[in-house]
């Protein structure tokens, strides 16, 4: 097969051209985000050039507590951007989303490059790219999860406070919402399932095919990955809702919802 085709710097920024397909939009749309596009824009690229540095480095001297520091760093970024976003939430519930995405997340992680790969959890080749898409995943899930029973709780605030009246309990009262958000936070997931292959080819088996990787190789790849972001985002976002939604009443059965 053809080696991959390696992009000068002048070719690479031809593609912020198409941003600005998107200011326009934006503009007609009447949109004010363009301060947000152009920081994330600028943001994503800094990151990821430091990242590709970084990278190099570690793969061309492995070392395994390189691996381990840069798997627990990106575990601790991806917690500070949910918690960042989930600012009302209670420190308990948020020390639970924080357990929930790391210690599904990095099991699942070494299941995957143990287990299925057959390599040492140690090799930065796999254990950092594909610990990256885990938790990367796991991460959205999470935000979309959380962001979507906040909102639910908030948008049914008369209907709670009849609950709360007729002397339901919490649980009946908020596990509607947890089930609600588990379901909204895999849907993205399910759905990209469905329209692989035939509509999209994933960015990890197309990365591999244009690295010169076998077609079947970088299939089998795909799938796996796949199916471990399933499961991590559904893990993880169950154990922040379903474990998370118990701090928000106390032993008597009252709510704490104003605390949040």
Avoid: W
């Amino acid at each position: 097969m053809n080696e991959v085709v390696a992009l000068s710097i002048g070719q690479f920024s031809l593609i912020y051209l198409l941003l600005l397909i998107v200011l326009f939009v934006m503009k007609k749309s009447k949109i004010h985000q363009t301060k947000l596009l152009l920081v994330a824009s600028l943001r994503m690229t800094v990151q990821l050039v430091l990242a590709g540095f970084i990278l190099t480095y570690i793969f061309e001297n492995p070392h395994p507590a390189f691996t381990i520091f840069y798997l627990l760093l990106m575990t601790g970024f991806a917690i500070y951007m949910i918690l960042s976003r989930n600012k009302t939430i209670n420190r308990n519930f948020k020390l639970i989303v924080a357990l929930s995405l790391a210690g599904s997340g990095i099991a699942i992680v070494c299941f995957f490059i143990i287990t299925v790969v057959g390599v040492s959890i140690f090799n930065p080749q796999y254990t950092i790219p594909i610990g990256g898409m885990i938790i990367g995943n796991a991460m959205t899930g999470v935000s979309l999860g959380l962001k979507t029973f906040d909102e639910s709780i908030k948008a049914q605030h008369s209907k709670i406070n009849t609950l709360i009246n007729v002397g339901a309990t919490p649980q009946k009262i908020l596990i509607p919402f947890v089930n609600q958000s588990v379901e909204t936070a895999l849907l993205p997931t399910l759905y990209s399932m469905l329209s692989m292959g035939v509509i999209s080819l994933p960015g990890m088996m197309t990365g591999q095919i244009l690295s010169g990787t076998l077609p079947m190789t970088a299939i089998f790849y795909q799938i796996a990955i796949v199916i471990a972001i399933t499961a991590v985002t559904c893990l993880a976002v169950f154990c922040s809702l379903y474990f998370g939604y118990k701090t928000l009443y106390n032993e008597r059965n009252q709510f704490l919802l104003a605390r949040r």
